[in-house]
């Protein structure tokens, strides 16, 4: 997962079918263990550049949530630790830390479901924070075509205005939308398209992650 513009996400879209009649009517909060892990590749789809491969493994769940480490795919190099909720919502990103997680899902997921949420985003590093007012909603199920095969996802989209908290100008302020494939069998996405404008509807991030493996540990 990427950090781009003091704003950490894990973020091509193919035409897509509608899945067959089997998917289950409600998708329960995802149950990962220790030692799982999603490999995404990361693509810069603005510039039309693939990135790095990076794998993020399951190290520890608590009740703090899921701790996991992001590692370079090839070499299997430590790149940072992170922290997401239950719900593998993001809570510490890396330099960024959301308070509460940043609502990417809200389970039990089913077709038509929305949600509403109100976020404060920290970077210490830099020394900011910023307010966050998320929508979320799921759109159906869709097939998609990833490097790691097909599936039957559940399609999301997830809008956020954003503001600096210590501007009073709109300079600092933005909308992010990420359209996100979140596979229960694997408890995680398979696909994740992000975007990023400024106040004025400017698009400087445009970033696609698609995941190229994953594994189960019993």
Same mark, same amino acid.
């Given at each position: 997962?990427?950090?781009?513009?003091?704003?950490?996400?894990?973020?091509?879209?193919?035409?897509?079918?509608?899945?067959?009649a089997?998917?289950?009517?409600? +998708?329960?909060?995802p149950? $990962?263990?220790? @030692?799982?892990? !999603?490999? =995404?590749?990361?693509?810069?789809?603005?510039?039309?550049?693939?990135?790095?491969?990076?794998?993020?493994?399951?190290?520890?769940?608590?009740?703090?949530?899921?701790?996991?480490?992001?590692?370079?795919?090839?070499s299997?190099?430590?790149?940072?630790?992170?922290?997401?909720?239950p719900?593998?919502?993001?809570?510490?990103?890396?330099?960024?830390?959301?308070?509460?997680?940043?609502?990417?899902?809200?389970?039990?997921?089913?077709?038509?479901?929305?949600?509403?949420?109100? +976020?404060?985003?920290?970077? $210490?590093?830099? @020394?900011?924070? !910023?307010? =966050?007012?998320?929508?979320?909603?799921v759109?159906?199920?869709?097939?998609?075509?990833?490097?790691?095969?097909?599936?039957?996802?559940?399609?999301?989209?997830?809008?956020?205005?954003?503001?600096?908290?210590d501007?009073?100008?709109?300079?600092?302020?933005g909308?992010?939308?990420?359209?996100?494939?979140?596979?229960?069998?694997?408890?995680?996405?398979?696909?994740?398209?992000?975007?990023?404008?400024?106040?004025?509807?400017?698009?400087?991030?445009?970033?696609?992650?698609?995941?190229?493996?994953?594994?189960?540990?019993?």
């Amino acid at each position: 997962m990427i950090i781009k513009r003091s704003f950490a996400v894990l973020c091509f879209i193919l035409p897509c079918a509608l899945a067959s009649a089997g998917n289950p009517a409600s +998708v329960p909060l995802p149950a $990962p263990a220790i @030692g799982d892990s !999603w490999t =995404y590749q990361y693509t810069d789809v603005w510039k039309g550049a693939k990135g790095n491969i990076n794998r993020i493994e399951v190290a520890a769940i608590d009740e703090a949530g899921i701790h996991v480490d992001i590692k370079r795919a090839a070499s299997g190099a430590l790149l940072t630790k992170q922290l997401f909720s239950p719900e593998m919502n993001p809570v510490d990103r890396g330099g960024m830390h959301f308070a509460p997680a940043f609502a990417r899902y809200a389970f039990p997921l089913a077709p038509g479901k929305e949600w509403n949420s109100d +976020v404060t985003g920290n970077n $210490p590093k830099l @020394g900011k924070n !910023w307010r =966050y007012h998320i929508k979320g909603k799921v759109l159906d199920w869709e097939k998609v075509r990833v490097p790691a095969g097909e599936f039957d996802a559940l399609k999301i989209v997830v809008e956020a205005t954003y503001s600096a908290e210590d501007t009073f100008t709109k300079n600092g302020s933005g909308q992010l939308t990420e359209t996100v494939w979140f596979v229960p069998e694997i408890n995680n996405f398979v696909k994740l398209d992000y975007r990023d404008t400024d106040w004025q509807g400017r698009l400087y991030n445009r970033d696609s992650w698609e995941l190229t493996s994953y594994a189960h540990k019993q």
